[in-house]
């Protein structure tokens, strides 16, 4: 389930291909200025997304008059559940951070619990540059005794929340619906 974007794969693949994503790259350039202070790992990755974004504006973005109210309308959508999603990692983090300390652990301790050898990357896991695995979720909920609902993002994208509604159309099924 993708519930956000995994920036080094954006990365990799060397193009931000839709507007929700966009948003969550500006979200991500925003984390990464921070990090990039610390990490040449994180400065790089940083450079590399920002010419993405410049890119994606430069085709999205640069003809005015192809800019039409819905266009915005879809952008502000967009940039909502990019803002849903930030504030979700931030208080998960927040709620991790704070059982850490209440055990008597360090990231570096959960990192190791989880199997992650590096620092950075569990830097990364828990600032939503990567994704946690579902197993990761787990765990963290079993050991810290976490609410999953607060470890495991429930947010669908506006593409999935389409999809789902098309085919519980398609079925005519009154007492099923897609609650938000």
């Known amino acids: 389930m993708k519930t956000h974007f995994d920036i080094e794969k954006i ?13 969550r790259a500006l979200v991500a350039d925003k984390k990464l200025r921070l990090l990039a202070k610390e990490s040449l790992h994180f400065k790089k990755l ?8 410049v890119q994606f504006e430069n085709v999205n973005w640069n ?14 959508k967009q940039e909502c559940l990019a803002e849903q ?8 983090k927040k709620i991790i951070k704070s059982k850490l300390k209440a055990a008597e652990l360090t ?10 050898k590096s620092k950075t990357h569990m830097s990364e896991l828990m600032n939503g540059i990567k994704p946690f695995t579902l197993k990761d979720l787990i765990i963290m909920h079993r050991l810290l005794a976490i609410e999953i609902a607060i470890l495991l993002p ?3 994208s506006k593409e999935d929340q389409n999809r789902v509604k098309e085919v519980v159309l398609k079925l005519n099924k009154p007492k099923i619906a897609l609650y938000l």
């Not at 990365?11 to 948003?23: A, H, K, P, W």
């Open 154 to 156: 429930v947010f669908l």
């Open 85 to 92: 999603e930030r504030l979700f990692i931030e208080t998960r």
């Open 46 to 53: 940083r450079t590399q997304l920002r010419d993405l974004i």
């Open 107 to 116: 990231q570096e301790n959960l990192a190791s619990i989880l199997g992650h």
């Open 11 to 23: 990365v990799q693949n060397g193009t931000i291909t839709n507007g929700l994503d966009y948003e």
């Open 63 to 76: 003809d005015a008059n192809a800019i039409d109210a819905k266009k915005l309308a879809e952008s502000e």
